[in-house]
């Protein structure tokens, strides 16, 4: 019988500040999240207007009290309604969970010099919770979260200082967890810094006029990289036996034509995000990267201990978010385009999309399973994958049928890379396992759970769970350990 390897990890995923809200609760400090407005009116393809802030959107969202403008500062209320979820993810019979503690929860300015006890005391309950049914937590330190203090008063990571407060941060989350924490990722998609340096660094590009903003950027890329090896260090000596991983934005790009420019033009756009788990998984900045910073003459403040932190201390595992495949080409002129994760590439003519424009390739998801472990050769998790859609409640259930077709299907090329390509996949969490806010478009509409929670875009609602379609089709799939993918019935 086909099945997946006995203790795969299935599961599902979410962040807490797209998920949590309780924005202002528990002497949680404010987050980049919780300043982030939405632009409902904006095409869901202009990714650039829904990710650009200045100094002066911060200032008006400290002042405003309308949080409907702000929809992750209430989001799917898990901050309130997490025993509850958890029960429902148990009875799907969840193996793991991902999750990410904010950082403003525990240091709520990101620069005192000790923790905020509430915010500790809220994950011990959740890990408590989740330690009841079984269900293993999978922690992010970092997922869209830094303390709004740090971005007003040092410029949020491209400070070095910074750097500090994170391991000061790091220290007290490990030792309080050190008992209830195995599996940890440092940053989320560290590579998503150039696509929203607000949202993932603290960067706003009119705070920093006389510099090149794309330096500024790689700088405090630096930082976090650093700050990544500083992280998994403090794991590995506080909690014996701890397993680190990186967390890569998986962009999968196909040439568009054989032209071998276009082949050339795909092999890039692949290395524009491999050289960031590159630096995490080798331990150093490969050649292509310190060769752009050359080329495009970028500075980057390198100090002297920072290149060995960085080699001895890399990750032990390589996470990676897959959604999509986009194609690449060397001249895009009159070419179709088509969105993706927080990008815009040329659209695939043998692929369907989803509602947002994100074309649907399971293939991809063998491809880039296959890509990742021949290049790194360490075991990899994938830690998002879902789709993003337009669900309707309709009697208490949502017919997401869609979403089953869409799992359905990569769960497939995922045990064709385990048991034909030989991959080593420790496990898998879908995006969203419950309806969270988006980042990209800061959207409850934007749905991926398996459970369906009633808010709309401007956080009007009851807030109720009901369980979808796919909520008893995936929890038969963990219950057989992916037997029930083949069954011919
Ligand atoms: C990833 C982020 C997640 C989530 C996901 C889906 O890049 O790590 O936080 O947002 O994208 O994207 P969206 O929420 O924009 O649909």
């Not at 006389?210 to 794991?235: D, G, P």
């Not at 978010?321 to 194609?327: D, I, K, L, T, V």
């Not at 890379?417 to 030989?422: E, M």
């Not at 991959?423 to 478009?441: A, H, K, N, P, R």
């Amino acid at each position: 019988m086909k099945q997946f390897p006995k203790g795969f990890l299935w599961g599902g995923a979410t962040a807490a500040n797209q998920y949590e809200g309780g924005w202002n609760e528990g002497g949680k400090g404010i987050s980049v999240s919780d300043c982030a407005k939405h632009h409902f009116g904006v095409s869901v393809e202009d990714y650039k207007a829904h990710n650009s802030i200045t100094s002066q959107d911060v200032y008006d969202a400290l002042e405003s009290t309308d949080d409907s403008l702000y929809p992750k500062r209430n989001a799917s209320d898990g901050y309130h309604r997490y025993k509850e979820d958890i029960a429902l993810m148990a009875e799907m019979g969840f193996k793991v969970y991902r999750m990410s503690i904010a950082w403003s929860r525990i240091f709520p300015n990101g620069d005192e010099l000790e923790p905020n006890e509430e915010g500790l005391k809220y994950y011990d309950d959740v890990f408590d919770e989740l330690k009841k049914y079984n269900i293993e937590p999978l922690v992010t330190m970092s997922h869209y979260e830094p303390p709004i203090h740090l971005v007003l008063n040092y410029d949020g990571w491209a400070s070095r200082e910074v750097i500090d407060m994170f391991v000061r941060y790091v220290e007290v989350i490990c030792n309080r967890y050190k008992d209830k924490v195995k599996y940890w990722l440092t940053f989320n998609e560290v590579d998503s810094m150039i696509r929203h340096p607000y949202t993932t660094g603290g960067l706003i590009e009119d705070r920093f006029p006389n510099r090149n903003f794309q330096e500024v950027i790689f700088q405090a890329m630096h930082h976090q990289f650093v700050a990544s090896a500083l992280a998994t260090k403090i794991c590995h000596d506080i909690i014996p036996g701890s397993l680190v991983g990186c967390m890569l934005t998986k962009l999968t790009y196909y040439p568009h034509t054989c032209k071998p420019e276009d082949v050339l033009q795909a092999q890039q756009d692949m290395r524009s995000t491999y050289c960031y788990s590159d630096t995490q998984v080798f331990g150093e900045y490969p050649a292509y990267l310190l060769a752009k910073f050359k080329n495009e003459g970028l500075n980057i403040k390198m100090e002297e201990n920072d290149l060995k932190v960085m080699k001895d201390y890399p990750v032990d595992f390589v996470s990676f978010s897959y959604y999509m495949s986009s194609c690449s080409a060397k001249t895009t002129e009159g070419l179709s385009t088509a969105t993706g994760n927080t990008i815009t590439a040329v659209k695939n003519p043998y692929l369907k999309s989803s509602d947002w424009g994100w074309q649907i390739d399971p293939i991809g998801l063998r491809v880039s399973l296959v890509d990742l472990y021949d290049r790194y050769r360490k075991p990899l998790f994938i830690v998002e994958n879902g789709m993003g859609a337009k669900d309707e409640l309709i009697n208490g259930t949502v017919d997401d049928q869609y979403r089953i077709d869409y799992f359905q299907e990569h769960f497939k090329e995922m045990y064709n890379a385990i048991v034909i390509d030989g991959v080593d996949l420790m496990g898998y969490t879908s995006w969203g396992c419950i309806d969270i806010v988006s980042e990209s478009t800061k959207q409850m509409s934007k749905r991926y759970g398996f459970i369906y929670v009633d808010a709309d875009d401007l956080g009007n609602g009851t807030y109720n769970r009901y369980k979808k379609k796919s909520f008893n089709w995936y929890k038969k799939v963990i219950e057989t350990n992916g037997a029930s993918l083949f069954d011919e019935s």
